[in-house]
């Protein structure tokens, strides 16, 4: 099992920037790719970004690409997401998540995920 700790979230007025954490424990073995899916009310969840747990490959989504910036610290298990310039369509409750590369080729895929974290919210006020 992997089990994944979100933190961060809050609220910021447009703008403004947050830095997400999430922490992994247990088999860290198994982690092929690491990702954050935020998920705003009566919205179904939305790839954000993600990172290869090994190598250098990140990806993100098209409506955050130049203002969110995903990384890692091996060393810690912990992964970031840096999110800049940040809107009111931005608020929504945010996870970070874990696939153990069942679909390595499907990185912004809900369904490439194994392990999810509790939720962090991030709130942008107009």
């Known amino acids: 099992q992997v089990q994944l700790v979100e933190s961060g979230g809050g609220l910021v007025q447009a703008g403004g920037s947050l830095r997400l954490s999430c922490r992994a424990s247990?088999?860290?073995?198994?982690?092929?790719?690491m990702g954050w899916f935020c998920q705003a009310p009566g919205k179904e969840r939305q790839f954000v970004a993600g990172v290869r747990w090994s190598g250098d490959s990140t990806y993100y989504g098209d409506s955050v690409k130049g203002r969110f910036t995903i990384s890692r610290d091996n060393a810690k298990n912990t992964v970031y997401l840096q999110m800049n310039s940040l809107k009111p369509e931005d608020t929504a409750v945010c996870y970070c998540?874990?696939?153990?590369?069942?679909?390595?080729?499907?990185?912004?895929?809900?369904?490439?995920?194994?392990?999810w974290g509790q939720g962090t919210q991030v709130t942008v006020s107009s």
């Open positions: 998540a874990a696939g153990r590369g069942r679909y390595p080729n499907s990185p912004r895929e809900l369904y490439a995920y194994d392990y």
């Open positions: 247990g088999r860290i073995f198994s982690i092929y790719v």
